[in-house]
């Protein structure tokens, strides 16, 4: 049986022109948490590679997280220039369905959603034609956990 190797063990450096934020990115960040990334990246350097999926029909990168440390990158011109315009990016294959569900499980692990970020999920699974049950599943919720999200999201936008 072939053993298996994680992504992360294929890092490798991609120039930023050849990677794009996901249509899907949910989450955000507050000037002062920028400032301290920057000053996170500027003294350390990257200590976490880019999880990004590969578009072959459109020959880029797309970011499933890391979508800020890309971010530091472009608008840092010291940043920039040190490393050459290249970010350490790991590739993870998956079909569009799946892509999201990583988008979602990274993020909602590191820093949560708001309820107006949830309802954009909601938003975005009920467009790509996907389940409430799928997508509690992705999140790992038992389904009256999820049941009681979705209520309040609708309680909260009135839809």
Not at 18 to 33: C, V
Not at 76 to 93: H, M, N, Q, S, T
């Amino acid at each position: 049986m072939k053993k298996y190797t994680g992504p992360v063990y294929a890092t490798k450096a991609i120039h930023v022109s050849q990677i794009k934020p996901s249509s899907y990115r949910q989450n955000s960040f507050a000037p002062l948490e920028m400032k301290l990334l920057h000053e996170s990246i500027k003294s350390d350097g990257y200590t976490l590679p880019i999880v990004c999926y590969y578009d072959k029909s459109e020959e880029h990168y797309i970011i499933v997280d890391g979508y800020f440390r890309y971010r530091v990158l472009i608008e840092y011109a010291d940043i920039y220039e040190r490393e050459k315009g290249f970010l350490p990016v790991v590739v993870i294959p998956k079909p569009c369905t799946a892509r999201l569900a990583s988008t979602l499980r990274h993020n909602w692990t590191q820093i949560g959603y708001s309820e107006k970020n949830i309802a954009q999920i909601l938003k975005k699974v009920r467009e790509m034609k996907l389940s409430d049950q799928w997508l509690a599943e992705q999140l790992c919720m038992e389904q009256a956990e999820f049941e009681q999200l979705r209520k309040m999201t609708i309680d909260l936008n009135g839809n």
